[in-house]
């Protein structure tokens, strides 16, 4: 079963000229004249990617302005062990793509987490002191999405 932002949903295929996804608590149903799986499969991708941005965007924006730092940009793209790097040098983001199968407070937690790294760039006691500031119970989520790696 797919996950999508911590719930299992079940994929439903359906032939119809409408081309558009829709998600409800259980299920998401996927309309689309085409029904060969490749497509379907990067159809769901691309609208995973959509979902992802509009939530990092989201906290990127809270937290941003928190810190009062900017990024120069971000990326999504599949990271084989880190569910994020921030890069310095250039100063951008790398999200993995799988966060979208975590639940809302996790990917909110690793936002702020590569935000923090603006600060530092260890994962020493400031490091971790500037995290908590802006989220108290940030243990709480770190262990939920080290469950689920």
């Known amino acids: 079963l797919p996950i999508f932002l911590g719930k299992d949903v079940e994929k439903k295929i359906i032939e119809s000229d409408l081309e558009r996804i829709r998600l409800t ?12 799986n490749t497509k379907i ?3 769901l991708s691309e609208w995973k990617v959509e979902k992802l941005k509009a939530i990092l965007d989201e906290y990127l924006a809270k937290y941003t ?7 120069n940009c971000y990326q999504i793209k599949k990271l084989s062990s880190a569910w994020g790097i921030y890069h310095k ?10 966060l979208i199968e975590k639940n809302i407070e996790c ?11 603006i600060f530092y760039m260890n994962h020493q006691k400031d490091f971790w002191a500037l995290v908590e500031k802006y989220m108290p119970d940030y243990k709480i989520r770190r262990k939920k999405l080290k469950n689920f790696i």
């Open 107 to 117: 990917i909110e937690y690793v936002v702020l987490h590569e935000l923090c790294h």
């Open 89 to 98: 040098r250039e100063n951008y983001i790398s999200f993995n793509f799988d």
């Open 65 to 71: 302005e928190l810190l009062n730092k900017n990024i």
């Open 25 to 36: 608590d259980t299920s998401i149903y996927i309309y689309s004249k085409d029904i060969d």
């Open 41 to 43: 499969e990067r159809k």
